[in-house]
């Protein structure tokens, strides 16, 4: 007989029990799904659930440890742990009645008891909150809970500038500038608004799928200022230093209480530098050796680490990071101005450093694989990837009677970047669904509880609340002479069976026009 502990949740019944007192509110859902899953044990049932797409794999884990408090945050389900630092931890999460998913930032306790910083918290939230601009990540709300304060943020399905670059390099000229007229763009109007972010840098200006551009932590700067921190190029101290050394202006480094918009400007242009190079201006070993650099030390020809970039880009970059700030552009505006002339009148270059050679053999990654394609097969590729990125952040009904079918279809949706998917193997509650969802597209088997997919793309196409809903039937060769009769609308698309994940994003994309 072995000495060790069973762990929680390790028999499939502790996994039920466990289930019971999550707190989750497709509790029935949930329940109903593990009798019908197969699992022997907890581990193994918790991936059944997953498999099928009732829980996330963050849940599952949870469940399994009996860490409840880690899955419900005030009126929200936790669905993923993003990130953590200083500051605080970054959950995914979906509102538990409106099912809109949104990043949460939980504010550390630390940050929290800090003197007058619920006042500081709440006057900076109000601020945020009356920031709307498609260049902006959105705040839609602020609670506390037992885990502390949070805020609840529009969640971008995407990454990072910092992640792209140190995954696939420097970027090409043309898309660099366009990351930071996007941005400039953002921030101007930030900036008309009265708020100085204080710590622009890659890593908090967001691509999503479409290629979107959004500007994150707006005024959190500003709500941490007297926060400690541990990251190397990170700083912050009582004095009203705060900001990432790496991008910091010379004046920011001495109080950061008292700048103004123009060291926004000036990391920004730091930014593109690193865009373009893959570094930042200036490195060192220590975080004062870096800060002395930015205030004394040349600036960098951008011309030199970029021969490509051209000379009028080099130009506004020189005057966006000089030392002294009354020797920058003195709003924003005039960056964005700068940028956007440059972008109608000089040749950019949209090829990456180092990227091959017409003629030449690319390596693409698909599904997992390695593998080389000539110029016109790799141009395919990333015309899928495109079409991919183009269905992320969909909302999906799905009308399938098999849970394994189901589970398999949830799995390529994941993959597209889609997360909200309601399923049933009911024609009218598929329809139901489209309706409360407010779904982008609705996926039909052909044979369902009580009609056909046929039937049930008819039923769609005539339900005036459903317009605009796309309709996919999902049918093999032999339900060929069925689908017939599908009714002659842009809006409906046959898939054929077997499909993957990229025949799916074709189709979705076709629904939705």
């Known amino acids: 007989m072995s000495g060790e502990a069973a762990q929680p949740g390790s028999s499939r019944d502790e996994f039920v029990k466990n289930l019971d007192e999550s707190g989750l509110s497709s509790l029935q859902e949930l329940r109903q799904a593990a009798d019908d899953a197969g699992g022997t044990t907890g581990s193994v049932l918790a991936d059944d659930l997953v498999a099928a797409g009732k829980l996330t794999r963050y849940q599952a884990e949870c469940i399994l440890a009996r860490r409840f408090d880690d899955l419900v945050i005030g009126n929200y389900e936790v669905l993923d742990r993003l990130g953590a630092g200083a500051m605080g931890t ?14 949460l930032k939980v504010l550390s306790k630390d940050v929290a008891r800090q003197e007058a910083f619920a006042q500081r918290f709440q006057r900076e939230v109000e601020v945020i909150a009356q920031l709307t601009h498609p260049n902006i990540v959105m705040a839609f709300d602020a609670d506390e809970y037992v885990g502390g304060p949070f805020l609840v943020m529009e969640f971008v399905n995407g990454r990072d500038l910092s992640s792209e670059v140190a995954k696939t390099g420097a970027l090409s000229v043309a898309d660099a500038l366009e ?26 200006i ?53 700048i103004d918009h123009r060291a926004d400007i000036y990391s920004l242009g730091c930014t593109l530098y690193y865009l373009l190079v893959g570094k930042p ?24 680490a970029r021969p490509d970039a051209p ?16 020797d920058r552009y003195q709003k924003m505006t005039d960056v964005v101005a700068a940028l956007e002339e440059l972008k109608r009148t000089a040749p950019l270059p949209t090829t990456r450093p180092g990227a091959p050679a017409a003629g030449t053999q690319s390596v693409i990654n698909l599904g997992g694989s390695t593998v080389s394609l000539d110029p016109e097969q790799a141009d395919t590729a990333r015309k899928s990837a ?55 597209v609705l996926i039909s088997a052909m044979h ?43 809006r409906v698309v046959r898939m054929l069976k077997p499909f993957d994940p990229q025949k799916l994003a074709e189709s979705i994309a076709h629904a939705i026009g």
């Open 386 to 440: 495109s079409m991919a990125s183009r269905v992320a952040g969909r909302s999906v009904v799905l009308a399938e009677p098999s849970r394994t079918q189901t589970g398999i279809i949830r799995g390529y949706l994941r993959q597209l970047g889609i997360e909200v998917v309601s399923a049933t193997n009911s024609g009218l509650d598929a329809i139901a669904l489209a309706k409360q969802e407010r779904a982008d």
């Open 281 to 304: 201006p200036y490195e060192g070993t220590t975080i004062l050796a870096v800060l002395l650099k930015h205030r004394e030390a040349p600036i960098p020809a951008l011309c030199a």
């Open 179 to 204: 990351c930071i007229l996007q941005a400039g763009q953002g921030l101007e109007y930030a900036h008309t608004q009265g708020i100085v972010h204080r710590d622009i840098k890659p890593g908090n």
């Open 206 to 258: 967001l691509r999503d799928a479409s290629g979107m551009i959004k500007v994150a932590d707006l005024g959190l700067a500003r709500i941490s200022g007297s926060e400690g921190r541990t990251s190397n190029t990170s700083l912050t101290q009582a004095g009203g230093v705060v900001g990432t050394v790496d991008y910091m202006p010379p004046e920011q480094a001495l109080d950061s209480t008292k």
């Open 448 to 490: 369902l509880s009580d009609m056909t997919g046929v039937e049930l793309a008819h039923e769609l196409l005539a339900d005036p609340e459903c317009v605009g809903v796309g309709f996919i039937l999902a049918t093999s060769e032999a339900e060929s002479e069925e689908a017939g009769a599908l009714p002659d609308s842009h």
């Open 311 to 326: 000379h009028g880009l080099d130009a506004i970059f020189q005057r966006m990071v000089a030392k002294r700030a009354e």
């Open 90 to 103: 970054v959950y995914k999460a979906r509102h538990r009645r409106m099912k809109r998913v949104v990043a």
